[in-house]
Structures are given as structure tokens and as C-alpha cells.
């Protein structure tokens, strides 16, 4: 009873058929174009044959008709017509009232021939057993009276060589397609021979080895594109390993901070019990911490998520003079309380392709990482302009200490910090970047940084003209 439950819950399955394998197909395919084409040929030299005897057979009854008729017409002797007939032919001279005038010692062996049905050209009878006569009738003029000449041809002898051939060549053919048949079979072993090679390198492919790639000289042009995308694919795999390794190493590292100090907070309270001020401040502290665990989990399950390509985005046209003057308003009370002054330079009516959740988190992101480096005194401006393309540039400039080169490279891989002896405060654990570059990639855009330093740093987006949506 459970197991009918469960089977009934589950989604329905379709019976699968076993695939067949490319040798087997290919091998079938060789053996039945080769052994069609045979076939054919075959036929058409059995028919060729058929054709020839009973062409050459006609004509020397024909003949034969034509000898005795003109014998018969100038009124010579037919003994020449006796003696030169052609082997196993038998003719008989009918006088216009049915009489035998003259025949060929052999005539009495011709049985079976309805003569009513005859005319000048061969007609085939069949006897019982394996004897059969063509036979044919033509009019003969003797005398001024008009007679029938009456040819008949044993046609037994080439029937059995007929036979003898058709067993020959269809007794080679199936011969040689059991030679086909093994043949094919060693050459598409041969020929599939690279695709096992293919199958063994790829096999040696393991986490400590994930740097493997295949050399597509070694393999048939054929090849050539199968290998090129394994070798795209281990190319894949070998840096979704190493970022994986790396966001690891660097998760445990940031775990491990706000952890370790939960801990030294919770171990104070337990071995000096604390006033109710100071427990307040522990538990506040503690409450820190866990906002700064939880955001960061949510920022990496975000990025997760965000490398998934089945992601969808709702991309609409969007204002982004609009945007950007929504974000300065946003950090304007932040930016004021640290000395740090945010303009906005975005003509109005500058479209922009995005989704308008996902484009705040950009710039929200962008604009708390440049009022954190801007310093006190120092400015932030948010701007917009058009391509010369099909594109909208949006920045984020700071006039902060600026970012190393070596930094810039880096932009976009996760927990990267540009100094890492801050531990607390920072807010993000390197993620900021990070979610910008995820989020640009899903919108087919682009990130460029431009800074140096002690000159400040502008953050630029080139993302698709909303009019062009």
C-alpha cells in the first residue's frame, strides 16, 4: 500500500528504451548501403543476362524462320536449311492444307506448343518438369500457296546455366556480406577508436587535477569541435573549482571573525556577570554580529542565485536621472553625518534597460562603498550619459584614496578587500563588488573601474538603452 502511495505521488515516469549504440548504427548503415548497392548490381547483371540469351535466341530463330522461308519461296532444296540450323532448334514446313512438307529430325521432341497462339517473335511455353520451348510462326509463299513455317527452341540447357549463375552470384553475395559484416565492424572500431581515447582523458580528470586539457591535433578534424567544447567545458569546471575553493577559505575566514567574537562576548557574560548597562551593550553587540552574519548569507546566496542562467530579470525602461537622484536622497542623511557631500549629474529623459530592484542594489551598493572610502570633506557624484552605441554609461565617482591596480583586476571576486586589517564596520565582507559585477552580467552589461591612488575612484555601468527594449 505505501509503495502504490508513493509511486502515485511522484511525477510519471515514461519507460525508457535503451539507446543504440553509434557503432551499431553505423555498422548497420555500412552493411545495408554496401548490400544494397550489390543487391542491385547483382539484378541488374541476372537481368542483363536473362536479356542477352533470350536476344541472341530470337535472333537465330528468326533467322532460322527466314532460311527456310526463303528456301521454300525460290523453291530450292531445303536440305541446306536441314543441316544449318542452329543447335537446339527444330523447325518444321506446313503446306497451306496442314501437311508436313519437311522437318528437323528432332521435331517429335517438341511437346506443349499451342501454335494458335504463336506470331513471328518468340513466345516462351513451359513443359512439365524443366524442359521449356520458345517457339515461333511465320508465313511462307511456295508455288504461288502460302504455307507456315513453325520454329521451335529448347530453351532447358540455358535455363540451367541461368540457374547456375543465380546461385553463384547470389551465393557471393551473401558471402561477401558476411565479409561486410566483420569488415565493417573493424572499421568503425577503427574510426570510434578517437572517441575512446576522448573518454580516457576526460576520465583522468579529478579534483586534484582539474588543469587537464585535450590536444586537438591528436584527433581527426572531425573531432575538432567536440574537443574544442570539452575542452571549454574543463576550462568551466576548472574555475567554478577554483572560485569555489577560493569563496571557502575566504567564507571561513569571515565566518570565523564575527563567530570568535560572539563567543568572547557570550564567555564574559558567563565568567563576569555584567551590570544590566553593560549587558545591554554585550547583547547589543551580539545582535551586531548576527545582522552581519545574516547579511552576508544573504548576499551569498544572491550571488548564487545570480549564476544561475535560467535567472530572470523584469527589465523595463527606466529613468535613470530618476534612479540616481532616488539614491543620492537615500544616503544624503548617511553621507551628511561623515562630512560627505553627493551630487547628481543625469540629463533627464536618459533611458535605461533594467530592473529597477536590481539597479538599486547596484548603485545602493556602489554609493555606501564610496562614501565609506570618500573620507571626511570629500564628494561622491552620481551621473548619467549615452553611447555613441546602443548603450547607458552610469557611474559612481568618490574622491577617495583611490585603489591599487592589482585591486582593479581583482574587482568582482567575492570577500576581496582593498585592506585587510579592517575587521569590523566594513558592512558587505567584500561581497559589494561582487553582487554589482553579478548583477551587470545578468543585464548583458558591463563594469569598468578607472582609479588610482590618491586619485579616487569612478565605477562605471554600461547597460542597454531602455528606448531600445
Given at each position: 500500500m505505501?509503495?502504490?502511495?508513493?509511486a502515485?505521488?511522484?511525477?510519471p515516469?515514461?519507460p525508457t528504451?535503451?539507446?543504440?549504440?553509434?557503432?551499431?548504427?553505423?555498422?548497420?548503415?555500412?552493411?545495408?548501403?554496401i548490400?544494397?548497392?550489390?543487391?542491385?548490381?547483382t539484378l541488374?547483371?541476372?537481368?542483363?543476362?536473362?536479356?542477352?540469351f533470350?536476344?541472341?535466341?530470337?535472333?537465330?530463330?528468326r533467322?532460322?524462320?527466314?532460311?527456310?522461308?526463303?528456301?521454300?519461296g525460290?523453291?530450292?532444296?531445303?536440305g541446306?536449311?536441314?543441316?544449318?540450323?542452329?543447335?537446339?532448334?527444330?523447325?518444321?514446313?506446313?503446306?497451306?492444307?496442314g501437311r508436313?512438307?519437311?522437318?528437323t529430325?528432332?521435331w517429335?521432341?517438341?511437346?506443349?506448343i499451342?501454335?494458335?497462339?504463336?506470331?513471328?517473335?518468340?513466345l516462351?511455353?513451359?513443359?512439365?518438369?524443366?524442359?521449356s520451348?520458345?517457339?515461333?510462326?511465320?508465313?511462307?509463299?511456295?508455288?504461288?500457296?502460302?504455307?507456315?513455317v513453325r520454329?521451335?527452341?529448347?530453351?532447358?540447357h540455358?535455363?540451367?546455366?541461368?540457374?547456375?549463375y543465380?546461385r553463384?552470384?547470389?551465393?557471393?553475395?551473401l558471402?561477401?556480406?558476411l565479409v561486410v559484416?566483420?569488415a565493417?565492424?573493424?572499421?568503425?572500431?577503427?574510426?570510434?577508436?578517437p572517441l575512446?581515447?576522448?573518454?580516457?582523458?576526460?576520465?583522468?580528470?579529478?579534483?586534484?587535477?582539474m588543469d587537464l586539457?585535450?590536444?586537438?591535433?591528436?584527433?581527426?578534424?572531425?573531432?575538432?569541435?567536440?574537443?574544442?567544447?570539452l575542452?571549454?567545458?574543463?576550462?568551466r569546471?576548472?574555475?567554478?573549482?577554483?572560485?569555489?575553493?577560493?569563496?571557502?577559505?575566504?567564507?571561513?575566514?569571515?565566518?570565523r571573525?564575527?563567530?570568535?567574537?560572539?563567543?568572547?562576548?557570550?564567555?564574559?557574560l558567563?565568567?563576569?556577570?555584567?551590570?544590566?548597562?553593560?549587558?545591554?551593550?554585550?547583547?547589543?553587540?551580539?545582535?551586531?554580529?548576527?545582522?552581519r552574519?545574516?547579511?552576508?548569507?544573504?548576499?551569498?546566496?544572491?550571488l548564487?542565485r545570480a549564476?544561475?542562467?535560467?535567472?530572470?530579470?523584469?527589465r523595463?525602461?527606466?529613468?535613470?536621472?530618476?534612479?540616481l537622484?532616488?539614491?543620492?536622497?537615500?544616503?544624503?542623511?548617511?553621507?551628511?553625518?561623515?562630512g560627505?557631500t553627493i551630487?547628481?549629474?543625469?540629463?533627464?529623459?536618459?533611458?535605461?534597460?533594467?530592473?529597477?530592484r536590481?539597479?538599486?542594489?547596484?548603485?545602493?551598493n556602489?554609493?555606501?562603498?564610496?562614501?565609506?572610502h570618500?573620507?571626511?570633506?570629500?564628494h561622491?557624484c552620481?551621473?548619467a550619459?549615452?553611447?555613441?552605441?546602443?548603450?547607458?554609461?552610469?557611474?559612481?565617482?568618490?574622491?577617495?584614496?583611490?585603489?591599487?591596480?592589482?585591486?582593479?583586476?581583482?574587482?568582482g571576486?567575492?570577500?576581496?578587500?582593498?585592506d585587510?586589517?579592517?575587521?569590523?564596520?566594513?558592512?558587505?565582507?567584500?561581497?559589494?563588488l561582487?553582487?554589482?559585477a553579478?548583477?551587470v552580467?545578468l543585464?548583458?552589461?558591463?563594469?569598468?573601474?578607472d582609479s588610482?591612488d590618491g586619485?579616487g575612484?569612478?565605477?562605471?555601468?554600461l547597460?542597454?538603452?531602455g528606448?531600445?527594449?
Amino acid at each position: 500500500m505505501s509503495s502504490k502511495t508513493a509511486a502515485s505521488n511522484g511525477p510519471p515516469t515514461r519507460p525508457t528504451t535503451p539507446a543504440r549504440s553509434i557503432a551499431s548504427r553505423l555498422q548497420i548503415t555500412i552493411v545495408l548501403v554496401i548490400g544494397l548497392f550489390v543487391g542491385v548490381w547483382t539484378l541488374v547483371l541476372d537481368v542483363a543476362l536473362v536479356r542477352g540469351f533470350d536476344a541472341e535466341d530470337a535472333e537465330m530463330m528468326r533467322a532460322q524462320a527466314e532460311a527456310v522461308r526463303s528456301a521454300a519461296g525460290r523453291g530450292d532444296s531445303i536440305g541446306g536449311a536441314l543441316t544449318g540450323r542452329a543447335p537446339k532448334i527444330e523447325w518444321q514446313l506446313l503446306a497451306e492444307d496442314g501437311r508436313a512438307l519437311a522437318q528437323t529430325a528432332g521435331w517429335d521432341l517438341v511437346r506443349g506448343i499451342d501454335w494458335s497462339e504463336t506470331g513471328p517473335e518468340p513466345l516462351r511455353f513451359e513443359q512439365p518438369g524443366e524442359t521449356s520451348f520458345d517457339a515461333l510462326s511465320a508465313v511462307v509463299i511456295m508455288d504461288g500457296r502460302s504455307g507456315t513455317v513453325r520454329v521451335a527452341m529448347d530453351r532447358s540447357h540455358e535455363g540451367e546455366i541461368i540457374n547456375d549463375y543465380r546461385r553463384v552470384l547470389w551465393g557471393g553475395l551473401l558471402v561477401l556480406l558476411l565479409v561486410v559484416v566483420q569488415a565493417s565492424r573493424v572499421i568503425v572500431q577503427r574510426g570510434l577508436r578517437p572517441l575512446d581515447q576522448i573518454a580516457a582523458e576526460v576520465t583522468a580528470v579529478a579534483p586534484h587535477h582539474m588543469d587537464l586539457r585535450l590536444e586537438v591535433d591528436r584527433f581527426p578534424v572531425e573531432l575538432a569541435r567536440l574537443v574544442h567544447a570539452l575542452n571549454a567545458t574543463l576550462g568551466r569546471i576548472d574555475e567554478a573549482f577554483g572560485r569555489l575553493g577560493r569563496m571557502s577559505s575566504d567564507l571561513a575566514h569571515e565566518l570565523r571573525t564575527p563567530l570568535q567574537n560572539m563567543r568572547a562576548e557570550v564567555e564574559a557574560l558567563v565568567l563576569r556577570p555584567p551590570g544590566p548597562a553593560e549587558t545591554g551593550e554585550t547583547l547589543g553587540s551580539l545582535l551586531e554580529e548576527l545582522d552581519r552574519l545574516g547579511d552576508m548569507i544573504e548576499q551569498i546566496l544572491f550571488l548564487a542565485r545570480a549564476e544561475d542562467p535560467r535567472q530572470a530579470i523584469d527589465r523595463r525602461p527606466l529613468d535613470a536621472a530618476a534612479v540616481l537622484a532616488g539614491t543620492a536622497a537615500f544616503f544624503e542623511a548617511v553621507a551628511a553625518d561623515v562630512g560627505v557631500t553627493i551630487e547628481v549629474e543625469a540629463p533627464v529623459g536618459i533611458l535605461v534597460a533594467a530592473d529597477e530592484r536590481l539597479l538599486q542594489r547596484v548603485l545602493h551598493n556602489l554609493v555606501a562603498n564610496a562614501i565609506r572610502h570618500a573620507g571626511d570633506g570629500g564628494h561622491v557624484c552620481l551621473g548619467a550619459s549615452l553611447t555613441a552605441g546602443d548603450g547607458i554609461h552610469l557611474w559612481v565617482s568618490d574622491s577617495g584614496e583611490g585603489m591599487h591596480e592589482s585591486l582593479q583586476r581583482r574587482i568582482g571576486e567575492r570577500f576581496l578587500r582593498d585592506d585587510p586589517s579592517r575587521q569590523r564596520g566594513t558592512g558587505g565582507a567584500g561581497l559589494g563588488l561582487a553582487i554589482v559585477a553579478s548583477i551587470v552580467q545578468l543585464h548583458g552589461g558591463e563594469l569598468r573601474i578607472d582609479s588610482g591612488d590618491g586619485q579616487g575612484t569612478r565605477v562605471e555601468l554600461l547597460l542597454p538603452r531602455g528606448d531600445a527594449v
